[in-house]
């Protein structure tokens, strides 16, 4: 199995600018999660989907931030408009009915 | 409000010896937890996770013991190699479907040859 698969794996992008990241979860896993990873707030759960729902938003920052899953083996993070604040480390992992997640290998992302 | 916390953001031992990393955590409804092993420019790779039913779990050379009572782990790892040098996460989940993660801040163990 190829795992989790992320794109891209850095970005760069200037300010204002709108951002997309993507997943491949592993085939199969029914669970989706996006993470983020900065040095002040650690690794944090941005939003989870469920069979392509979304069930858990809640730690999505604010509206800047949008994740959509239109089938089982695609997911997306957007960010319209960037913001410096932004630059930190996405992450996507995947399960099998809630159980132990496996990860991606993460997006850097710079917002100059 | 840091509901897991690692308070040692390092940890240095000699190849061959135990080495013993903590977590505690505050929200007494969380009933599993698990611990994520991360290298550099990598996702984290789950290692071991244990039921709050149970109060150890073993897998080969990583062990993790859970003290409800103090609402404190550990994950204990006999014998350290150097490929074990990298940072380890605890994380915890509360509810039916243990879905959503909480994560610590991690530490960083360097296993010295």
């Known amino acids: 199995d190829a795992g989790v698969i992320q794109s891209p794996r850095h970005e760069v992008t200037e300010m204002g600018q709108e951002v997309t990241l993507r997943c491949k979860p592993i085939s199969g896993h029914d669970y989706l999660f996006w993470y983020r990873q900065t040095m002040m707030r650690g690794l944090e759960l941005l939003i989870y989907f469920n069979n392509n729902v979304p069930i858990d938003d809640s730690g999505m920052p604010e509206d800047r931030f949008s994740a959509k899953m239109p089938n089982a083996s695609f997911s997306t993070l957007k960010i319209q408009p960037s913001e410096p604040r932004d630059s930190a480390v996405y992450f996507c992992?995947?399960?099998?009915?809630?159980?132990?997640?496996?990860f991606g290998p993460g997006t850097r992302l710079t917002v100059t | 409000d840091q509901q897991v916390k690692q308070n040692s953001p390092s940890l240095s031992v000699q190849e061959g010896r135990i080495s013993i990393l903590n977590c505690d955590y505050t929200?007494?409804?969380?009933?599993?937890f698990l611990w994520y092993k991360k290298y550099p420019a990598e996702g984290p790779t789950f290692l071991i996770s244990?039921?709050?039913?149970?109060d150890k779990n073993e897998d080969g050379r990583f062990t993790v013991f859970l003290n409800k009572s103090a609402k404190h782990l550990s994950l204990h790892i006999v014998p350290s190699q150097p490929g074990d040098s990298a940072v380890y996460f605890c994380a915890a989940s509360a509810g039916t479907g243990r879905r959503a993660l909480t994560f610590g801040s991690g530490t960083r163990l360097q296993v010295q040859p």
């Open positions: 929200n007494s409804m969380f009933d599993y």
């Open positions: 992992a995947s399960s099998l009915a809630g159980a132990e997640q496996y």
């Open positions: 244990i039921s709050s039913i149970k």
